[in-house]
């Protein structure tokens, strides 16, 4: 007995208890709350949020761990959270602001603002301190970063924790996550939505999508001004992103061809091209009539799909691999983090992409061995990039910064720095022949272990003061104010996406998920349709929403407090 109490109220004649009494209560406090995230309401759950309640439970009956630990593991969880984010957006985060993508992410600013300006009306309206507001609009958003970021700046400007910080957070999560869906749905009958034509539209990759997904077309040639051209002559005339991936000549009696930049087009030939959805239109109508074709049948081609594997071809461009050249096969298409792009001679490779290649079985096979395609090779981490970053990110997070209005010098904090720092290695680094790649699975192993301990720390530090808060100092109206801060900027965002820019549903409600970081959100948008729109617009938003929530809970905090 004597032990049990000891290690879970911890040894007393050892500093913060002992490393048993420490390491048992944190494991006790994940390993409760993963598996109560797994339970499902209406098919929606808490996930890993669970920890923080659960580290709240055992805060509240004084089994804690040493305060100076505590912070600590809390802020170490933290930069390894945001730090693989910024690792598995970072390649698409510069892209998701071309066109159609900038409209998206001008919509996530409008209800990042909206929320901000909510708060900061409830703040000087209601009275309730800045620092409880902050964490009731960082769980009204559902985001954790933003949190912590505010936790950080609040302990830099006056020295200690602030624990309300994260009881606002804890109170205002479940209806943020709640509150975000019913919006959502809410929207589905104020627009008027017919599902059906809303969703073939999102499948043919009509409206903001069509910079941020390929297809390919069969095309016919009809066209007399490319008769007798070569496809380096058409080119500069068209002036779009397309490669033309194989070809069927009129006389060939049905042999399809590979093409390169001096293969000669005639009439009637028949041509299979890649290219973005905006520009396909263009496409089809300046060569000819698009026409339903099969490629696979001619079985002197293949495709196959093939991973970058070899350091060295990080940062390559297409066009220095000469693979046409040397092998006699094509790359048509490049999947990168789950988007497809324009395999266009400028466009450069890195490590753990996945690339389509068009050609005989021999120079497919000749080209695999060029590229790597070695699972194995992917599978050992790049630990390098990692800690090189976090510790850039910690110094970029120290770095203070002067702001018009603003008393005290902002700084990025423990958030903010990796987070930056992370998204710019990831699409920087190539370029500098740093391999900042990592699998799937070890980018989500160091994320959840991340979160994992943030939010088990959180919870810990909050849980002695959390009943006490809720019965007696009305923290139970803190849901209100975290239901109005999260459904309120959702359906005006909504309404000024569908009016004012005419998006298509389903690429709206992935935005408005995007935009509150909320992944239970994007699974509900999810299940609505079979095609991707939501899951693109989330992802397109996703970047720039994390880096505004971080920033502002921050500037928050040091302007208000």
Same mark, same amino acid.
């Given at each position: 007995?004597?032990?049990?109490?000891?290690?879970f109220?911890?040894?007393p004649?050892?500093?913060?208890?002992?490393?048993?009494?420490?390491v048992?209560i944190?494991?006790?406090?994940?390993?409760?709350?993963?598996?109560?995230?797994?339970?499902?309401?209406?098919?929606?759950?808490?996930?890993?949020?669970?920890?923080?309640?659960?580290?709240?439970?055992?805060?509240h009956?004084?089994?804690?761990?040493?305060?100076?630990?505590?912070?600590?593991l809390?802020?170490?969880?933290?930069?390894?959270f945001?730090?693989?984010i910024g690792?598995?957006?970072?390649?698409?985060?510069?892209?998701?602001?071309?066109?159609?993508?900038?409209?998206?992410?001008v919509l996530?600013?409008?209800?990042?603002?909206?929320?901000?300006?909510?708060?900061?009306?409830?703040?000087?309206?209601?009275?309730?301190p800045?620092?409880t507001?902050?964490?009731?609009?960082?769980?009204?958003?559902?985001?954790?970063?933003?949190?912590?970021?505010?936790?950080?700046?609040?302990?830099?400007?006056?020295g200690?924790?602030?624990?309300?910080?994260?009881?606002?957070?804890?109170?205002?999560?479940?209806?943020?996550?709640?509150?975000?869906?019913?919006?959502?749905?809410?929207?589905k009958?104020?627009?008027?939505i017919?599902?059906?034509?809303?969703?073939?539209?999102?499948?043919?990759?009509?409206?903001h999508?069509?910079?941020l997904t390929?297809?390919?077309v069969?095309?016919?040639?009809?066209n007399?001004?490319?008769? *007798? !051209?070569?496809?380096?002559?058409? @080119?500069?005339?068209? #002036?779009?992103?397309?490669v /033309?991936? +194989? =070809?069927?000549?009129?006389?060939s009696?049905?042999?399809?061809?590979?093409?390169?930049?001096?293969?000669?087009l005639h009439?009637?030939?028949?041509?299979?091209?890649?290219?973005n959805?905006?520009?396909?239109?263009?496409?089809?109508?300046?060569?000819?009539?698009?026409?339903?074709?099969e490629?696979?049948q001619d079985?002197?081609l293949?495709?196959?799909?093939?991973?970058?594997t070899?350091?060295?071809?990080? *940062? !390559?461009?297409?066009?220095?691999? @000469?693979?046409?050249? #040397?092998?006699g096969?094509? /790359?048509? +298409? =490049?999947?990168?983090s789950?988007?497809?792009?324009?395999a266009?001679?400028?466009?450069?490779l890195?490590?753990?992409?996945?690339?389509?290649?068009?050609?005989?079985?021999?120079?497919?096979?000749?080209?695999?061995?060029?590229?790597?395609?070695?699972?194995?090779?992917?599978?050992?981490?790049?630990?390098?990039?990692?800690?090189?970053?976090?510790a850039?990110?910690?110094?970029l997070?120290?770095?203070?910064?002067?702001?018009?209005?603003?008393?005290?010098?902002?700084?990025?904090?423990?958030a903010?720095?990796?987070?930056?720092?992370?998204?710019l290695?990831?699409?920087?680094?190539?370029?500098?022949?740093?391999?900042?790649?990592?699998?799937?699975?070890?980018?989500?192993?160091?994320?959840?272990?991340?979160?994992?301990?943030?939010?088990?720390?959180?919870?810990?530090?909050?849980?002695?003061g959390?009943?006490?808060t809720?019965?007696?100092e009305?923290?139970?109206?803190?849901?209100?104010?975290g239901?109005?801060?999260?459904?309120?900027?959702?359906?005006?965002g909504?309404?000024?996406?569908?009016?004012a820019?005419?998006?298509?549903?389903y690429?709206?409600?992935?935005v408005?998920?995007?935009?509150?970081?909320?992944?239970?959100?994007?699974?509900?948008?999810s299940?609505?349709?079979?095609?991707?729109?939501p899951?693109?617009?989330?992802?397109?938003?996703?970047?720039?929403?994390m880096?505004?929530?971080?920033?502002?809970?921050?500037?928050?905090?040091?302007?208000?407090?």
């Open positions: 007995m004597e032990l049990l109490r000891n290690l109220e911890g040894y004649n050892l500093w913060g208890g002992g490393v048993a009494h420490s048992l944190l494991s006790l406090v994940i390993a409760f709350g993963i598996m109560l995230g797994k339970i499902k309401v209406a098919g929606i759950s808490l996930g890993v949020t669970w920890i923080l309640f659960v580290g709240i439970v055992f805060g009956f004084d089994l804690n761990l040493d305060e100076h630990l505590l912070h600590f809390k802020e170490f969880g933290l930069i390894l945001v730090y693989s690792l598995q957006v970072g390649p698409g985060f510069f892209s998701a602001f071309k066109k159609g993508g900038f409209t998206l992410n996530a600013v409008l209800v990042v603002f909206i929320s901000v300006l909510i708060t900061v009306a409830l703040h000087f309206i209601t009275g309730i800045i620092t507001m902050v964490g009731i609009l960082s769980g009204a958003v559902t985001n954790t970063p933003g949190l912590g970021a505010a936790q950080q700046a609040n302990s830099d400007l006056n200690i924790d602030a624990p309300e910080i994260a009881l606002g957070y804890a109170v205002a999560y479940p209806l943020g996550v709640i509150g975000c869906i019913l919006a959502l749905l809410a929207l009958y104020l627009l008027h017919n599902t059906r034509k809303e969703e073939a539209e999102a499948e043919q990759g009509l409206g999508l069509q910079e390929v297809r390919p069969s095309v016919e040639i009809r007399e001004a490319v008769d *007798g !051209k070569t496809i380096k002559e058409i @080119k500069p005339l068209l #002036n779009r992103a397309f /033309i991936s +194989r =070809i069927r000549h009129r006389d009696e049905n042999e399809v061809e590979l093409v390169n930049a001096d293969t000669v009439l009637q030939d028949q041509i299979l091209f890649i290219s959805p905006k520009d396909m239109e263009a496409i089809i109508a300046f060569f000819g009539r698009q026409i339903s074709a490629w696979e079985k002197k293949i495709s196959r799909r093939i991973l970058i070899k350091p060295e071809l990080n *940062g !390559k461009s297409l066009a220095q691999l @000469k693979i046409r050249n #040397n092998f096969a094509s /790359i048509t +298409r =490049i999947n990168r789950g988007v497809d792009l324009v266009t001679p400028h466009l450069q890195q490590m753990g992409d996945r690339v389509t290649i068009v050609g005989s079985e021999l120079a497919v096979s000749h080209t695999e061995k060029v590229l790597g395609n070695s699972l194995k090779r992917l599978n050992h981490p790049n630990l390098i990039p990692i800690f090189l970053g976090i850039l990110g910690c110094i997070g120290s770095l203070p910064f002067m702001f018009p209005g603003i008393p005290q010098p902002v700084k990025l904090g423990l903010g720095g990796p987070l930056i720092v992370s998204i290695i990831s699409r920087f680094g190539p370029q500098y022949k740093l391999i900042t790649y990592t699998t799937m699975s070890a980018n989500l192993m160091i994320r959840e272990i991340g979160i994992s301990l943030f939010l088990a720390c959180v919870g810990l530090g909050a849980g002695k959390f009943v006490d809720i019965i007696h009305g923290g139970y109206v803190w849901i209100a104010y239901a109005i801060i999260t459904i309120v900027p959702l359906l005006v909504g309404l000024v996406g569908r009016y820019w005419k998006l298509n549903y690429t709206l409600i992935g408005l998920s995007g935009t509150n970081t909320n992944p239970p959100a994007l699974a509900y948008s299940e609505l349709t079979s095609c991707d729109a899951a693109v617009g989330y992802a397109t938003v996703y970047p720039l929403a880096f505004l929530r971080v920033l502002t809970a921050q500037l928050l905090i040091l302007a208000l407090a």
